[in-house]
């Protein structure tokens, strides 16, 4: 099992050194400002309370929605003019995903982790535009992709000058419409060596579900993030809204605002349990 990592997330949170659980969190897509900050205001003061380091997450632009039809967020220029107000008030750093090369320099120029789309995660034009920034990048494993796949995501970043890389599970194609999540495989995405983090929503989706939209099942993201966290990932990633029905993005899989404070203090708990049993020693395997 992975617990030295050669080189960091950003400059601000480095997963994996035992400072503490990371949690990158927020809305799927930037909603309105005052939506947006009363999700940064309540994640950032309950990370504070429990001593865990949260990275806001918010997209500018998803552009892979089910239907032409559904919201896609504020655009690029609007979509960074909302993060940088974020991360100044709430003083934590921010996250976004990029689906195109020509957006990575612009987005490093706000944002402190750059993220890429499971379903993007093998563009090596994307993959080196990331990496040329100088910004960290946290890559999702596709959904087709077996663990060991991700080797090549890792050798692309490392040769276009990533500061950081993180690798994030978010479960796998199962038949129809079933996403699962492959603990084995987690633990394959630790041995590399790098941060590993868990997205317990997106783990929830029933991808094509619904009608016209992805659906879900999220009474299943407190299960699935206890177990990770007890499997001994660095971060995991969550959405949340404080009124999941009305979420332009996700509402299927979107955790209720007022229930993550709970969720958060159980898991500081946890993975203060794994932290120290880790350093204890793990027992042997017979």
């Known amino acids: ?35 947006n900050l009363l999700i940064g205001t309540t994640l950032a003061d ?31 220029a609007a979509g960074l003019d909302e993060l940088a107000r974020l ?19 612009r ?15 093998r563009q090596t034009d994307l993959l080196a535009a990331c990496g040329e920034t100088g910004r960290a990048v946290s890559v999702k494993k596709g959904q ?7 080797r090549h995501v890792i050798t692309k970043l490392r040769e276009s000058g990533a500061s950081g890389i993180m690798l994030t599970e978010r479960g796998t194609f199962f038949g129809y419409h079933r996403l699962v999540n492959d603990f084995i495989g987690l633990g394959d995405l630790m041995d590399f060596g790098y941060p590993v983090c868990f997205d317990v929503t997106h783990s929830t989706q029933l991808p094509g ?4 939209t992805t659906d879900g099942r999220p009474e299943r993201a407190a299960l699935l993030a206890r177990a990770a966290v007890a499997a001994g990932v660095d971060a995991i990633f969550l959405e949340t809204h404080p009124d999941p029905p009305k979420a332009l993005s996700d509402a299927a899989t979107v955790q209720p605002l007022s229930e993550v404070p709970a969720l958060l203090a159980l898991l500081a708990r946890l993975h203060a349990v794994v932290a120290e049993a880790s350093v204890v020693g793990e027992p042997e395997v017979r």
């Open 1 to 35: 099992m992975h617990r030295a990592h050669p080189c960091s997330i950003t400059s601000d949170v480095v997963a994996g050194d035992g400072r503490g659980l990371v949690v990158i969190a927020g809305p799927c897509v930037l909603e309105s400002p005052e939506t």
């Open 209 to 212: 579900g619904g009608a016209s």
């Open 107 to 121: 987005a490093a120029e706000v944002v402190d982790l750059l993220q890429i789309p499971a379903f993007l995660c």
């Open 46 to 76: 309950t990370c504070r309370d429990l001593g865990l380091r949260l990275v806001f997450k918010a997209s500018f632009d998803k552009a892979n929605r089910s239907s032409l039809h559904s919201a896609r967020g504020p655009g690029l």
């Open 87 to 105: 991360r100044e008030r709430l003083g934590v750093p921010v996250c976004t995903d990029i689906h195109e090369p020509a957006q990575a320099p």
């Open 144 to 150: 087709f992709l077996a663990p060991a796949e991700m």
